[in-house]
Protein backbone atom coordinates (compact mmCIF):
# COMPACT_ATOMS: atom_id res chain seq x y z
CA UNK A 1 0.00 0.00 0.00
CA UNK A 2 1.17 3.33 -1.06
CA UNK A 3 1.91 6.15 1.26
CA UNK A 4 0.17 9.51 1.47
CA UNK A 5 2.84 12.43 0.77
CA UNK A 6 4.04 14.37 3.65
CA UNK A 7 1.81 17.60 3.67
CA UNK A 8 3.89 20.11 2.76
CA UNK A 9 3.33 24.37 2.87
CA UNK A 10 5.19 27.49 4.48
CA UNK A 11 3.22 30.42 5.45
CA UNK A 12 4.37 33.67 6.34
CA UNK A 13 4.52 33.49 10.49
CA UNK A 14 3.07 36.53 10.94
CA UNK A 15 0.35 35.53 9.40
CA UNK A 16 -0.33 32.20 11.04
CA UNK A 17 -0.45 34.49 14.49
CA UNK A 18 -3.29 36.56 13.21
CA UNK A 19 -5.39 33.28 11.75
CA UNK A 20 -4.36 31.88 15.70
CA UNK A 21 -6.06 35.26 17.24
CA UNK A 22 -8.86 34.95 14.26
CA UNK A 23 -9.28 31.59 15.37
CA UNK A 24 -9.51 32.22 19.59
CA UNK A 25 -12.25 35.09 18.43
CA UNK A 26 -14.33 32.81 17.00
CA UNK A 27 -14.22 30.56 19.13
CA UNK A 28 -14.43 32.82 22.19
CA UNK A 29 -11.31 30.84 23.62
CA UNK A 30 -8.73 28.29 23.05
CA UNK A 31 -10.06 24.47 22.37
CA UNK A 32 -7.77 21.66 21.35
CA UNK A 33 -11.07 19.40 19.88
CA UNK A 34 -14.38 18.80 18.02
CA UNK A 35 -17.06 20.13 20.48
CA UNK A 36 -20.72 19.22 19.53
CA UNK A 37 -23.73 21.00 21.13
CA UNK A 38 -27.53 19.73 20.53
CA UNK A 39 -29.55 22.17 19.07
CA UNK A 40 -33.16 21.77 20.52
CA UNK A 41 -36.56 22.80 19.77
CA UNK A 42 -39.22 24.29 21.67
CA UNK A 43 -40.30 20.66 23.01
CA UNK A 44 -36.89 20.32 24.01
CA UNK A 45 -36.33 17.60 21.16
CA UNK A 46 -33.06 17.35 19.58
CA UNK A 47 -33.24 18.76 15.95
CA UNK A 48 -29.83 18.93 14.90
CA UNK A 49 -26.60 20.06 16.23
CA UNK A 50 -23.66 22.62 16.30
CA UNK A 51 -20.07 21.96 15.85
CA UNK A 52 -17.41 23.39 16.88
CA UNK A 53 -14.01 22.80 15.29
CA UNK A 54 -10.28 22.89 16.75
CA UNK A 55 -8.43 26.33 16.87
CA UNK A 56 -5.47 24.30 14.74
CA UNK A 57 -8.43 23.23 12.33
CA UNK A 58 -10.18 26.57 12.08
CA UNK A 59 -6.47 28.57 11.27
CA UNK A 60 -5.50 25.48 9.00
CA UNK A 61 -9.09 26.10 7.17
CA UNK A 62 -8.17 29.90 6.67
CA UNK A 63 -4.88 29.39 5.62
CA UNK A 64 -6.19 27.17 3.03
CA UNK A 65 -9.17 29.14 1.98
CA UNK A 66 -6.87 32.68 2.06
CA UNK A 67 -9.45 34.18 4.71
CA UNK A 68 -8.52 38.35 4.92
CA UNK A 69 -8.14 39.07 8.39
CA UNK A 70 -8.56 42.01 9.89
CA UNK A 71 -5.53 44.42 10.93
CA UNK A 72 -7.01 43.63 14.60
CA UNK A 73 -5.95 40.42 14.26
CA UNK A 74 -2.74 41.09 12.80
CA UNK A 75 -2.04 43.90 15.21
CA UNK A 76 -2.02 41.24 18.26
CA UNK A 77 -0.23 38.36 16.36
CA UNK A 78 2.66 41.15 16.27
CA UNK A 79 2.07 41.82 19.94
CA UNK A 80 2.15 38.52 20.80
CA UNK A 81 5.68 37.43 18.34
CA UNK A 82 6.98 40.58 20.25
CA UNK A 83 5.95 39.03 23.46
CA UNK A 84 7.68 35.43 23.11
CA UNK A 85 10.48 36.90 21.27
CA UNK A 86 11.29 39.01 24.48
CA UNK A 87 11.99 35.87 26.19
CA UNK A 88 15.33 35.19 24.24
CA UNK A 89 17.04 36.39 27.97
CA UNK A 90 15.37 33.91 29.61
CA UNK A 91 15.95 30.85 27.34
CA UNK A 92 19.31 32.01 27.74
CA UNK A 93 19.25 32.09 31.37
CA UNK A 94 17.44 28.50 31.17
CA UNK A 95 13.91 29.86 32.72
CA UNK A 96 12.10 28.90 30.45
CA UNK A 97 9.97 26.11 30.30
CA UNK A 98 9.24 23.22 27.40
CA UNK A 99 6.28 25.24 26.26
CA UNK A 100 7.62 28.70 26.10
CA UNK A 101 10.34 27.71 24.43
CA UNK A 102 8.32 26.14 21.81
CA UNK A 103 6.71 29.92 21.46
CA UNK A 104 9.95 31.93 21.07
CA UNK A 105 11.29 29.38 18.58
CA UNK A 106 7.77 29.81 16.74
CA UNK A 107 8.04 33.51 17.17
CA UNK A 108 11.43 34.17 15.60
CA UNK A 109 10.73 31.68 12.59
CA UNK A 110 10.64 33.42 9.29
CA UNK A 111 7.85 30.99 8.00
CA UNK A 112 6.08 28.07 9.35
CA UNK A 113 6.09 24.88 8.11
CA UNK A 114 4.63 22.00 10.16
CA UNK A 115 0.96 21.08 11.70
CA UNK A 116 2.35 20.60 15.17
CA UNK A 117 4.05 24.37 14.94
CA UNK A 118 0.30 25.39 13.96
CA UNK A 119 -0.83 23.41 16.86
CA UNK A 120 1.05 25.33 19.16
CA UNK A 121 0.57 28.92 17.51
CA UNK A 122 -3.14 28.12 18.08
CA UNK A 123 -2.69 28.04 21.97
CA UNK A 124 -1.09 30.96 22.16
CA UNK A 125 -3.16 33.95 21.85
CA UNK A 126 -4.83 32.45 25.08
CA UNK A 127 -1.56 31.94 26.62
CA UNK A 128 -0.32 34.98 25.99
CA UNK A 129 -3.74 37.25 27.13
CA UNK A 130 -3.57 35.25 30.51
CA UNK A 131 0.54 35.81 30.79
CA UNK A 132 -0.07 40.10 30.16
CA UNK A 133 -2.52 39.92 33.23
CA UNK A 134 -0.20 38.32 35.57
CA UNK A 135 2.50 40.33 34.36
CA UNK A 136 0.74 43.21 34.77
CA UNK A 137 -0.49 41.94 38.40
CA UNK A 138 2.94 41.30 39.68
CA UNK A 139 4.20 44.86 38.50
CA UNK A 140 1.08 46.19 40.34
CA UNK A 141 1.95 43.74 43.38
CA UNK A 142 5.90 44.62 42.95
CA UNK A 143 5.11 48.63 43.13
CA UNK A 144 3.07 48.16 46.09
CA UNK A 145 5.33 46.65 48.53
CA UNK A 146 7.81 49.17 47.64
CA UNK A 147 5.92 51.39 49.87
CA UNK A 148 4.72 49.22 52.57
CA UNK A 149 5.88 48.51 55.83
CA UNK A 150 5.76 45.82 58.23
CA UNK A 151 2.93 46.69 60.95
CA UNK A 152 2.40 45.10 64.57
CA UNK A 153 3.50 42.07 65.97
CA UNK A 154 2.32 38.17 65.32
CA UNK A 155 -0.91 38.12 67.40
CA UNK A 156 -1.83 41.60 66.94
CA UNK A 157 -5.69 42.38 65.98
CA UNK A 158 -5.67 44.12 62.14
CA UNK A 159 -8.71 45.61 60.79
CA UNK A 160 -9.15 47.37 57.59
CA UNK A 161 -10.24 48.05 54.24
CA UNK A 162 -8.25 46.52 51.71
CA UNK A 163 -8.11 46.23 48.03
CA UNK A 164 -7.00 43.14 46.20
CA UNK A 165 -4.05 43.74 44.18
CA UNK A 166 -3.12 39.73 43.16
CA UNK A 167 -4.35 36.28 43.65
CA UNK A 168 -3.44 33.09 42.53
CA UNK A 169 -4.48 29.78 43.55
CA UNK A 170 -2.63 26.85 44.70
CA UNK A 171 -3.87 23.21 43.83
CA UNK A 172 -0.79 21.84 46.18
CA UNK A 173 -3.53 23.70 49.17
CA UNK A 174 -6.37 23.96 47.53
CA UNK A 175 -6.45 28.01 48.34
CA UNK A 176 -6.68 31.13 47.18
CA UNK A 177 -3.80 33.57 47.85
CA UNK A 178 -4.30 36.75 47.87
CA UNK A 179 -2.27 40.20 48.64
CA UNK A 180 -3.62 43.16 48.80
CA UNK A 181 -3.05 46.95 50.20
CA UNK A 182 -4.75 48.83 52.83
CA UNK A 183 -6.21 51.38 51.57
CA UNK A 184 -5.54 53.91 54.96
CA UNK A 185 -1.80 52.81 54.93
CA UNK A 186 -0.72 51.47 51.61
CA UNK A 187 0.58 48.56 53.44
CA UNK A 188 0.33 45.33 51.84
CA UNK A 189 -0.97 42.27 53.49
CA UNK A 190 -1.16 38.71 52.59
CA UNK A 191 -3.63 36.31 53.47
CA UNK A 192 -5.79 33.20 51.81
CA UNK A 193 -9.07 31.62 51.42
CA UNK A 194 -10.94 29.21 50.14
CA UNK A 195 -12.59 31.27 47.45
CA UNK A 196 -11.79 33.28 44.56
CA UNK A 197 -11.04 37.00 44.90
CA UNK A 198 -11.79 39.62 41.96
CA UNK A 199 -8.67 41.66 41.29
CA UNK A 200 -9.41 45.42 42.36
CA UNK A 201 -12.25 44.30 44.24
CA UNK A 202 -12.40 46.30 47.71
CA UNK A 203 -13.93 44.81 51.10
CA UNK A 204 -13.21 45.36 55.17
CA UNK A 205 -11.38 42.37 57.14
CA UNK A 206 -10.91 41.74 60.52
CA UNK A 207 -7.74 39.35 61.12
CA UNK A 208 -4.61 38.73 63.30
CA UNK A 209 -1.01 39.19 62.54
CA UNK A 210 0.69 35.86 61.40
CA UNK A 211 3.96 37.02 60.80
CA UNK A 212 5.92 39.79 58.46
CA UNK A 213 7.75 38.19 55.31
CA UNK A 214 9.77 39.85 52.41
CA UNK A 215 9.36 42.39 50.58
CA UNK A 216 8.03 44.86 53.23
CA UNK A 217 4.28 42.34 53.54
CA UNK A 218 2.49 41.22 56.51
CA UNK A 219 0.79 38.22 56.37
CA UNK A 220 -2.51 37.62 58.30
CA UNK A 221 -4.48 34.41 59.25
CA UNK A 222 -8.50 34.14 61.41
CA UNK A 223 -9.18 36.25 58.59
CA UNK A 224 -12.57 37.35 58.32
CA UNK A 225 -13.81 39.46 55.19
CA UNK A 226 -17.15 41.45 54.56
CA UNK A 227 -18.01 41.82 50.71
CA UNK A 228 -20.61 43.21 51.79
CA UNK A 229 -18.81 46.26 52.15
CA UNK A 230 -20.01 46.81 55.41
CA UNK A 231 -18.34 45.19 59.06
Avoid at 34 to 46: A, Q, R, V, W
Avoid at 59 to 77: G, H, P, Q
Avoid at 148 to 160: A, I, M, Q
Avoid at 163 to 172: A, D
Wanted: contains cysteine; neutral net charge.
Amino acid sequence: MSRKPAVTFSYPTELVFAAAVHAYNQNDGYSSKTNYEPILDENGSTVGQTITLPNRDLIRNYLKDEVELSEACYEEARNIIAYYKGKLFDLMSNKLNGYSQSALYAATAENITSIQEIGLIASLPKAYRQSIKFDSMLEVKSNAEKNSSHFGKPGDSYSGRIEVISSVYSSKWFRHFHTAKDLATNNVINFNTDQPLDIGRQMNIRARIKDHIDNNVTRLNYVKLSLDESL
